[in-house]
């Protein structure tokens, strides 16, 4: 098979909804802009065979017609109307000053000087001209109007001057210090730390005008700098007082007249699994042997629709949160803590209201029967992951949950005991958690052999003191317990989606909120495909078909599992994959090879799960189907405060790595070479995971150039190489905590 057939293939969606339809017609258009094309040349061209894509493509062509973007030059043939030279789209900016213009009507990322780019910040929606370079056929733009900005609040260190001041951001990507009036200084002080709202960029300033809203502390501090973290991204890291107030007012008790309206499941066996430290339990399991020979297990979900209604203020703030964000030293929570750890939280010996999935199976982890609903539930028993796996692996041999439960081991040690202290589990909750164990497996087993993508990587934690201070780095690894809770999740959200998605077997036409996840970028994986083979790993990744793909994918990260390249060829990997977001426009979730998928077990700390009950209870009383504007809407801003909490997580790690390396200044380690630019290499350590530059100028044996084809530095007399992947001894030069970097000295490279 040819690149391009492999490509066509490999690509051709599996959902309901062709994506960037707009942007593959222009493509297949501009490729011969004088000549027309009917609509099966076009679909031909696309791959798109069935009668849904075509159908697609009809409809967009008559939108584009009426937007004059296309012309239909005789019945049903189109082609590209002469375009003026302005187009509308977002700016990715560099951290050197320039950017690039993204727009779904052109095919290629446009260069943006940063003469040009006329005050356009990063992620504004901007108006551009675009126009050829001189002496070149690159095309490159020219912004001439900022529609939208992206973000007005910034994080940074007032310089104070006599009578006004200047915010120097700490957005590297925000290229002008603000100018900050003698009025609006607040009474900072020289050196503190602010959040400044640009207010007003006059045409004859280099710097935009600002104001200070709030006055952080002094840099370094750690509470400064992790609400610095947040503020950066526009999160909050308190609740208004009126969103407190509100949530005081909900009423604790659960009266009788709401219990008759659930199915009362509170004599169930029940029990959560959830990390140590956890505070909000989202989600517990039920174990019921039936007279049949197969189990009842209950996913049971904390009802926080019942709690926070439509049309209040706590409803507000939890749709413009959107998520919690977990930071290193803390969770800053979607809801009040009031109702994230205490009413909604479906803590042991409560009884708690809840939605739940109910599913009759047998011992092949068939369902047999399944039921949604409202409920009442009361969990029996609370444990740590750690605490499920000792039970785990004290009870090798799986005993039949009917018989011989007795001569079960339950026995959990101190040192891993959540109390400090031992104790014994009960048999009967014993035998359960075995029967999941051995049920979850099952589930993973068809899930990979449909072709799911399995991303066990290991997490770098932080041991902190009471200070918060960081005083060692330990891993985190998904063990079967954790791999158990994870699959009656995925489970509980698979059937969902599929029971509100699917009529009779063919998609149906309800609204519903969709977690989705497209088919990875192929140039990505050929990148992907060049660098692995650099490290010896000869396995082909196959792009034949998606099964195949999966396939490769998964071989590849179980051979680099545990080696010192794994983090590093982990997140490449991760990168070469598509971005998951929530929609109304259901495709399928490649990396979990599910058709359709739903997020519906977090709603403590997740807004599109409280749509889900909403939207699922909705259709339970027999409702129609909602219009999908307002949902999508809602899913659109969901997907960005998700995207914008995982970066502020990232920058909470960055920033906890290195104030730990702060205290290992002049000490050597052993790193691995994980990203190399025309700047210098960046190294991470292999045993704390901590990444920092090495600066290409402050190499000194030869003087390096970037070989951007090898991933390499290439010394121009000695042909030495560093290389992507590459083992060095390094010692930390120095330590930026404001700026979250890590300066490293190369003294070494270390052959292998």
Known sequence: MNLMSTRKKIFKKKGNVVKDLTRKIFKVLNQSPTKSFNYKQIASKLEL???????????????????????????????????DKYYTGTIDATANGNGYFICDELEHDIFIPSRNLNKALNKDTVKIYLYNRRNSKKEEGDVVEVIKRFKTEFVGVLQLNRNFGFVVPDDSKMYADIFIPEKKLKGAEDGVKVLVELTDWPDNSKNPFGEIKEILGMPGDHDTEIHSILLEYGLPYKFPENVEAEAGTIPLEITEK???????????????????DAKDFDDALSFKVLENGNYEIGIHIAD???????????????YNRATSVYLVDRVVPMLPEVLSNGVCSLRPNEEKLTFSAVFEMNEKAQIINQWFGRTITYSDKRFAYEEAQEIIENNKIVIPAKAGISSLNGNISSEISITGESYTVQPEIVAAILKLNELGKRLRKKRLQQGAITFDRVEVKF????????????FKESKDANKLIEEFMLLANKKVAEFIGKSKGVPSKNTFIYRVHDEPNLDKLEGLQAIISKFGYKNKIDTSSKKSTSTSLNQLLQDVHGKGEANMIETLAVRSMSKAEYTTDNIGHYGLAFDYYSHFTSPIRRYPDVM??????????????????????????????EYLASKAERDSIKYMQVKYMQKHKDQEFEGVISGVTEWGIYVEIIENKCEGMCRIREIKDDFYIYDEKQYALVGQSTKNMYQLGDHVLIKVKHTDLERKHLDFTLLDKIEK
């Open 304 to 318: 926080v629709s019942h709690y926070v209604q439509e049309n209040t203020i706590l409803e507000d703030e939890a």
């Open 463 to 474: 041991n902190l003191d009471e200070k918060s201070e960081p005083i060692g780095v330990f």
């Open 49 to 83: 065979k069935d009668a849904n894509g075509k159908n697609q493509l009809i409809q967009k062509l008559e939108e584009l017609k009426g937007q004059k973007k296309v012309e239909e030059v005789e019945r049903g043939k189109f082609k590209m109307l002469p375009q």
């Open 612 to 641: 889900t009950h909403r939207l699922l209870q909705h259709y339970l009383e027999g409702g129609k189907s909602p219009k999908t504007e307002i949902y999508e809407e809602k899913c659109k801003h969901s997907s960005e405060m």
């Open 258 to 276: 709401e219990i008759a309206k659930r199915r009362d499941m509170r004599k169930d066996l029940t029990f959560t699994i959830d990390p140590k």
